[in-house]
Nanobody, 126 residues
Framework: QLQLVESGGGLVQPGGSLRLSCTAS????????VGWFRQAPGKEREGVSC????????YYVDSVKGRFTISRDNARNTVYLQIHSLKPEDTAVYYC???????????????????WGQGTQVTVSS
């Protein structure tokens, strides 16, 4: 079965850190562009970060630059999203998605992704 599974979410205090994992089964993730998205209650899903399949180029939305780091571990078929300095506004369900290439599309668009995970909840609260 081809699927993505996210893990690592939880309840954390403001200023805390988390590492989210996105693990693929049934396919080799290093051939794919992988994006992280999040959806807060009552809001649209938004792109947070993305990592390329070839040169490993990384992209971040402005609101998370300097706090979020995306990386790959090909041996584990996993992409990580390391999050530092969490803020209450980071509270959302975080999803990972994979596609073979962007083909000129914007990485932060939710359209065109072949695989989606089920999401992991991140709650930032004191």
């Amino acid at each position: 079965q081809l699927q993505l599974v996210e893990s690592g979410g939880g309840l954390v205090q403001p200023g805390g850190s988390l590492r989210l994992s996105c693990t693929a089964s049934g396919f080799t993730l290093d051939y794919y562009v992988v994006g992280w998205f999040r959806q807060a209650p009552g809001k649209e899903r938004e792109g947070v970060s993305c990592i390329g399949s070839g040169d490993g180029s990384t992209y971040y939305v402005d609101s998370v630059k300097g706090r979020f780091t995306i990386s790959r571990d090909n041996a584990r078929n996993t992409v990580y999203l390391q999050i530092h300095s969490l803020k209450p506004e980071d509270t959302a369900v975080y999803y990972c998605a994979a596609r073979l290439g962007l083909y000129g599309s914007s990485w932060y668009s939710t359209s065109g992704w072949e695989y989606w995970g089920q999401g992991t909840q991140v709650t930032v609260s004191s």
